[in-house]
Protein backbone atom coordinates (compact mmCIF):
# COMPACT_ATOMS: atom_id res chain seq x y z
CA UNK A 1 0.00 0.00 0.00
CA UNK A 2 1.22 3.36 -0.73
CA UNK A 3 2.18 6.16 1.09
CA UNK A 4 -0.03 8.92 0.76
CA UNK A 5 1.34 12.80 1.73
CA UNK A 6 -0.50 15.97 2.54
CA UNK A 7 1.21 19.01 2.92
CA UNK A 8 -0.20 21.20 6.29
CA UNK A 9 0.67 24.98 7.42
CA UNK A 10 0.49 25.30 10.67
CA UNK A 11 -1.57 28.11 11.97
CA UNK A 12 -1.71 30.39 14.95
CA UNK A 13 -4.56 28.66 15.79
CA UNK A 14 -2.82 25.42 15.71
CA UNK A 15 0.04 26.44 18.17
CA UNK A 16 -0.09 27.23 22.36
CA UNK A 17 1.36 30.55 23.80
CA UNK A 18 4.77 29.46 22.55
CA UNK A 19 3.88 29.20 19.01
CA UNK A 20 4.94 25.69 18.93
CA UNK A 21 2.03 23.22 17.77
CA UNK A 22 -0.69 22.36 20.77
CA UNK A 23 -0.08 17.87 21.31
CA UNK A 24 -3.58 17.36 20.12
CA UNK A 25 -3.53 19.06 17.59
CA UNK A 26 -1.24 16.10 15.46
CA UNK A 27 -4.76 14.35 15.71
CA UNK A 28 -6.57 16.58 13.61
CA UNK A 29 -3.57 16.68 11.06
CA UNK A 30 -3.61 12.70 11.37
CA UNK A 31 -7.36 12.78 10.74
CA UNK A 32 -6.74 15.57 7.62
CA UNK A 33 -4.93 13.11 5.93
CA UNK A 34 -6.57 10.29 6.17
CA UNK A 35 -9.40 12.10 4.91
CA UNK A 36 -7.78 13.60 1.77
CA UNK A 37 -6.53 10.19 1.56
CA UNK A 38 -9.89 8.88 1.20
CA UNK A 39 -11.24 11.80 -1.39
CA UNK A 40 -8.31 10.97 -3.22
CA UNK A 41 -9.46 7.45 -3.73
CA UNK A 42 -12.80 8.72 -4.85
CA UNK A 43 -14.62 8.12 -0.96
CA UNK A 44 -16.10 10.88 0.52
CA UNK A 45 -16.61 10.03 3.89
CA UNK A 46 -20.40 11.68 3.78
CA UNK A 47 -21.29 10.08 0.78
CA UNK A 48 -20.19 6.03 2.28
CA UNK A 49 -22.52 7.27 5.11
CA UNK A 50 -25.56 8.39 2.82
CA UNK A 51 -24.74 5.34 0.30
CA UNK A 52 -23.57 2.54 2.19
CA UNK A 53 -24.97 3.40 6.27
CA UNK A 54 -20.93 3.63 7.12
CA UNK A 55 -18.69 5.61 8.80
CA UNK A 56 -15.25 5.40 9.80
CA UNK A 57 -13.76 5.78 13.25
CA UNK A 58 -11.05 6.18 15.45
CA UNK A 59 -10.86 2.77 18.09
CA UNK A 60 -7.20 3.85 19.01
CA UNK A 61 -4.10 6.23 18.70
CA UNK A 62 -0.46 5.72 20.09
CA UNK A 63 1.81 8.38 19.38
CA UNK A 64 5.09 9.37 19.90
CA UNK A 65 5.95 13.08 19.50
CA UNK A 66 9.83 13.77 18.54
CA UNK A 67 10.32 17.20 18.04
CA UNK A 68 7.86 20.58 17.80
CA UNK A 69 6.22 22.10 14.80
CA UNK A 70 5.59 25.90 14.90
CA UNK A 71 4.16 28.64 13.43
CA UNK A 72 4.50 28.70 10.28
CA UNK A 73 6.00 26.01 9.27
CA UNK A 74 4.96 23.79 6.34
CA UNK A 75 4.72 20.14 7.24
CA UNK A 76 4.08 16.83 5.64
CA UNK A 77 1.78 14.40 6.96
CA UNK A 78 1.64 10.67 5.94
CA UNK A 79 -1.01 8.15 5.76
CA UNK A 80 -0.54 4.47 4.83
CA UNK A 81 -2.33 1.76 5.46
CA UNK A 82 -0.06 -1.21 7.28
CA UNK A 83 -2.93 -3.77 7.91
CA UNK A 84 -6.78 -4.46 6.58
CA UNK A 85 -8.78 -6.52 8.78
CA UNK A 86 -12.40 -7.28 8.51
CA UNK A 87 -13.74 -4.40 10.36
CA UNK A 88 -10.56 -2.18 10.67
CA UNK A 89 -7.77 -0.35 8.95
CA UNK A 90 -4.30 0.77 11.21
CA UNK A 91 -2.47 3.36 9.65
CA UNK A 92 1.52 4.46 10.01
CA UNK A 93 1.03 8.02 10.30
CA UNK A 94 4.14 10.44 10.53
CA UNK A 95 4.66 14.30 10.58
CA UNK A 96 7.63 15.41 8.69
CA UNK A 97 9.29 18.89 8.02
CA UNK A 98 12.17 20.22 5.77
CA UNK A 99 12.92 16.18 5.92
CA UNK A 100 12.57 15.56 9.76
CA UNK A 101 10.21 13.20 11.67
CA UNK A 102 8.27 15.52 14.42
CA UNK A 103 6.02 12.98 14.97
CA UNK A 104 4.52 9.04 14.27
CA UNK A 105 1.75 7.68 15.28
CA UNK A 106 -0.14 4.26 14.84
CA UNK A 107 -3.98 4.79 14.59
CA UNK A 108 -6.57 2.48 14.35
CA UNK A 109 -9.85 2.79 12.60
CA UNK A 110 -12.99 0.96 12.79
CA UNK A 111 -15.41 0.54 10.10
CA UNK A 112 -19.16 0.96 11.89
CA UNK A 113 -22.53 0.67 10.64
CA UNK A 114 -24.10 4.48 11.35
CA UNK A 115 -27.28 3.86 12.11
CA UNK A 116 -26.52 1.36 14.57
CA UNK A 117 -22.96 1.95 15.44
CA UNK A 118 -22.13 -1.36 15.72
CA UNK A 119 -19.13 -3.14 13.58
CA UNK A 120 -19.93 -3.41 9.67
CA UNK A 121 -17.12 -5.52 7.23
CA UNK A 122 -15.04 -2.91 5.57
CA UNK A 123 -16.91 -3.20 1.88
CA UNK A 124 -14.16 -4.94 -0.83
CA UNK A 125 -14.74 -2.00 -3.08
CA UNK A 126 -12.87 0.04 -0.41
CA UNK A 127 -10.54 -2.54 0.38
CA UNK A 128 -9.45 -3.04 -3.50
CA UNK A 129 -9.07 0.46 -3.61
CA UNK A 130 -6.80 1.12 -0.86
CA UNK A 131 -4.84 -2.00 -1.86
CA UNK A 132 -4.24 -1.30 -5.56
CA UNK A 133 -2.68 2.29 -5.20
Not at 12 to 19: I, K, L, S
Not at 32 to 51: H, I, P, S, V
Not at 80 to 87: A, H, L, P
Not at 116 to 133: A, G
Request: hydrophobic residues 40%; contains cysteine; negative net charge.
Amino acid sequence: MTVFHWPIRVYYEDTDAGGVVFYANYLKFFERARTEMLRELGFEQDQLRMEHNLIFVVRSVQIDYLKSAQFNDLIDVSAQVIKSKRVSLDFEQIVSSQGQVLCKGHVRIACLQADTMTPKKIPDFILEKLNND
